[in-house]
């Protein structure tokens, strides 16, 4: 399945009258072994106008682990949240230590400390180097400047969206 694309097998099983998906009863031999769950009837048209809008819509993920990673962990959060000994002991190099953090809680933002830190003007995170103490460990680490509103808002997109991988 291709999102953005109608050349995804799950949407040309269905595209044709009739669609070649489901196989129904009356096309299975009466030996097959699929004969009794096969259903009477094909699937309705407004049944396949929905799987072709949410193809087109792009499936619905919403924006992954590996989108947030490049585009907002990599550049502002992993020089303190990743290697021996991540800040605040919250590691979010993968995906598995980001959602074992407990500070990603999947469609729920107000719970979802990740969010929390950067939802406010200006965000708490990414701790910026003019916020820090000059003899602070952080401060060499600590990026300029805060995330960007399109940074925010990737982050808030993929946890509503189920905080997929
Ligand atoms: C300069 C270092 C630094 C950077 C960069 C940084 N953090 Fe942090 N972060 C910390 C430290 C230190 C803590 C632990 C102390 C605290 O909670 O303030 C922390 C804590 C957190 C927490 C847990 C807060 C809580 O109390 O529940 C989250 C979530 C978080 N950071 C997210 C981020 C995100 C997202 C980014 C990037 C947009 C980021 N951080 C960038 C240093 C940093």
Redesign the pocket.
Known sequence: MKANDLDSDLWLEVADDPPSMPITKDYLKDNDPLKPFAPEKTITDQQRQLIKQWIMSGAEAGPTYREVYQA??VP??L???SGAKP??N?D?STYEKTMA?G?VIAKDLANS??W???ADDP??????KDS?KADDP?KV???TKT?TDK?RQL?RKWIEAGAHS
């Not at 965000?123 to 910026?128: G, K, Q, V, Y």
Request: net charge negative; charged share 10%.
């Open positions: 907002v962990l502002e959060c020089v303190c949240h800040a605040g919250y979010f953090s500070k400390d990740f929390l830190e950067v965000p708490s995170m990414p701790i910026t820090l952080l680490l600590a990026p995330i940074q982050i």
